[in-house]
């Protein structure tokens, strides 16, 4: 929670900092001008959304010290959300100024617009901008990302910094709480580009680094079923990469063709120094052909992301739930438990029991620090003696001290959303759920 309060206070700080902007470039007192409440809001939503964005670029920046707090799946969900702000709030930036200036000047909407976009200096640049941000929020709709490739999303997604230039460029030349402030501009200038820093540093600059350093490189190749491999992958001084079980990597197997495709596989067994591992099921085109990756393949990967790890933790005893090939992080945990002998509860759910990649990693290691394995075969819609597959009274008759305990879950989503409203009947502490939802391959 240290972190959540760090990150919305500094936001919360900098919106008041946007807020005395206006107030000292005369925005209270031009709000008495003909049109001048228009222009004000204008002027204002146009400060909170690009404050906004700013706000996004850090969210993507995924920075270690936050990222590894917050988890990957919590900063992507604020940036999703906060992109809707972004929009609405340039919308009504775009809207009141062109209505504040129609008062002033006595035309229409549409005939002002044109001349805000044509005449002004730098305003153009602000439309182009405005069309590419319509353009990014409609390829992040849902129905459309499912149907676009993630290299092609992606691609598109790049256009964000283009964004981010124009509409700074765009204020700075002609915004009236820029162009007669110094420490203005200066403020300004710092928070775009200490956001962009951060972006290069922690997606550019660092994967670059560590890649250069460790040199990765496929080792073995080991086929655990006809649809699942592990893939070692080795290194140089992979002990001072910074990983832990429980967190993936983005990894790119710089093959021919494949090279440009960056796949998010969450470690399979604990990092040890020495190697790293991940276990893959073939789920579609995506994770099909890594059944043929031969040893000796270059490795590009970015990370180390996921707050899912025992650094969450609260209590001293834990349950760890996992669905499907949400077992991969679920099995590096129970390593690092078994290395310490914690009180552990393990339940892994399944459909069939060929599908159950890894049981026998599971209960070896169960052995090994005496830890409960239970292994959930069925269908997600069988109702038992102890009601629905994994509702509450389920959880309780394996686990009747689960309220004592922190529960890491990962799963595919429907699995977890079961879980995590089942634990919620139950009464679990927020802080003590730890939830990864596995809606990519793992």
């Not at 149907?147 to 765009?170: D, T």
């Not at 025992?310 to 438990?337: D, K, M, S």
């Not at 069939?352 to 052995?367: F, P, S, T, Y």
Request: with cysteine.
């Amino acid at each position: 929670m240290t972190a959540t309060w760090w990150l919305f206070g500094l936001l919360a700080l900098n919106g008041a900092g946007a807020t005395d902007l206006f107030i000292l470039g005369n925005g209270i007192t031009d709000l008495a001008a003909p049109g001048g409440l228009l222009i004000g809001l204008g002027r204002l939503t146009g400060l909170y959304g690009a404050l906004a964005l700013v706000f996004q670029l850090v969210l993507v920046s995924r920075l270690p010290w936050l990222e590894a707090r917050l988890g990957l799946d919590r900063l992507t969900g604020w940036h999703r959300w906060s992109g809707f702000w972004v929009l609405w709030l340039l919308l009504a930036h775009v809207v009141f100024i062109t209505l504040g200036y129609s008062a002033q000047s006595n035309t229409t909407f549409l005939p002002q617009l044109g001349t805000i976009v044509f005449d002004l200096d730098d305003t153009l640049l602000a439309a182009i901008a405005f069309v590419l941000l319509i353009l990014l929020g409609a390829t992040s709709a849902r129905m459309v990302r499912r149907r676009l490739r993630y290299e092609n999303w992606h691609l598109v997604h790049i256009c964000a910094y283009g964004v981010v230039v124009l509409a700074f460029l765009h204020q700075i030349t002609i915004g009236r709480d820029f162009t007669n402030s110094q420490m203005g501009r200066i403020y300004w200038w710092s928070l775009y580009g200490g956001a962009l820093a951060a972006v290069l540093l922690s997606r550019v600059a660092l994967p670059l680094y560590r890649n250069l350093r460790h040199r990765l490189r496929v080792v073995s190749v080991v086929r655990e079923s006809p649809s699942v491999v592990t893939v070692w992958i080795g290194g140089r001084r992979l002990d001072r990469w910074p990983a832990r079980a429980g967190q993936f990597f983005l990894w790119r197997f710089l093959m021919e063709k494949r090279w440009r495709e960056a796949h998010p596989y969450s470690l399979s067994a604990m990092p040890d120094g020495k190697y790293l591992r991940i276990t893959v099921k073939a789920l579609g085109d995506g994770s099909q052909w890594l059944q043929q990756v031969q040893p000796g393949t270059r490795v590009f990967a970015e990370g180390p992301y996921g707050a899912f790890t025992t650094r969450q933790r609260v209590r001293r005893h834990a349950l760890l739930v996992a669905g499907g090939v949400g077992v991969t992080p679920i099995r590096a945990l129970l390593e690092e438990f078994a290395r310490t002998r914690q009180n552990v509860v393990v339940i892994y759910r399944a459909s069939r029991r060929q599908d159950a990649i890894l049981v026998n990693e599971l209960h070896q290691l169960a052995r090994v620090c005496g830890a409960r394995l239970h292994v959930v075969l069925g269908s997600s819609a069988a109702v038992g003696r102890f009601g629905p597959m994994l509702g509450a009274r389920h959880i309780v008759a394996m686990v009747p001290d689960v309220r004592d305990r922190d529960v890491f879950v990962c799963g595919p989503p429907p699995m977890t959303n079961v879980v995590n409203r089942a634990l919620f009947v139950l009464g679990l502490p927020a802080s003590q759920l730890h939830s990864e939802r596995f809606a990519f391959a793992a």
